[in-house]
């Protein structure tokens, strides 16, 4: 059985180690806040100015003018801090962020990373994926394995616009985890009950045991 988004993202928890400073992605990567450890030391840092974010707040906790990049309604810490933009892109840009978790349309093997636009829909802007590809230290990738039409997000090579490359080291999706080689997508872990098998079958790029 495949992990639902909330497993993909307490799985994807477990990469953040004590004491980093962690920006998550919009999508699925927003959910991991909920599943950090009480006791786990760490930092979360958003692009629109916001460093220390608390997890996501209950109904009578809410307060629309807290948000974060994405626009979801978050909570705030005692230590948490707010800044402008341009001080949270100097964070990112020199290299202060130790992990980050993003969302993708695309991955390839190699590393390469496509999740900023797809030619011919209108976007606001490119968001800050260019920057924390570039400026973290460690890039994982939280996505579903495919697309609502079943198409593999896990390819040979990206066919949209590249947002970086070489930069992902890790791919978690509803059907495991994985490692980028540079070459293939090599097996760390398989969810409940998915086989190998069915992860080659619903993955056009390459895949390692």
């Known amino acids: 059985m495949a992990w639902t988004r909330d497993e993909m993202a307490a799985r994807a928890a477990k990469e953040i180690q004590a004491g980093f400073y962690v920006n998550l992605g919009i999508g699925i990567p927003t959910l991991v806040a909920n599943h950090v450890p009480p006791n786990l030391e ?8 916001m460093l220390g974010m608390g997890p996501f707040p209950y109904e009578d906790e809410v ?29 990112i840009r020199g290299g202060h962020v130790d992990l980050a978790i993003l969302g993708t349309m695309e991955v390839s093997q190699d590393g390469d990373i496509a999740n900023w636009t797809i030619p011919g829909k209108l976007i606001k802007g490119m968001g800050g994926a260019m920057d924390l590809v570039a400026g973290a230290k460690r890039v994982v990738v939280l996505t579903d394995h495919t697309t609502k039409r079943g198409t593999s997000k896990l390819l040979a090579s990206c066919k949209l616009p590249i947002t970086g490359k070489s930069v992902v080291s890790r791919v978690i999706t ?8 540079g070459s293939s997508f090599k ?23």
Do not use: H
């Open 63 to 91: 307060d629309p003018d807290l948000i974060n990049a994405g626009k979801e309604t978050i909570t705030e810490l005692d230590r948490t801090s707010y800044f402008g933009s341009s001080s949270s892109f100097a964070m």
């Open 42 to 49: 760490l930092t979360l840092q958003s692009e629109n100015g």
């Open 174 to 181: 509803e059907l495991g985890v994985f490692d980028v080689t």
């Open 187 to 209: 097996i760390v872990e398989l969810s409940t009950n998915v086989t190998s098998n069915e992860v080659k079958e619903k993955t056009a790029g390459r895949i390692e045991f």
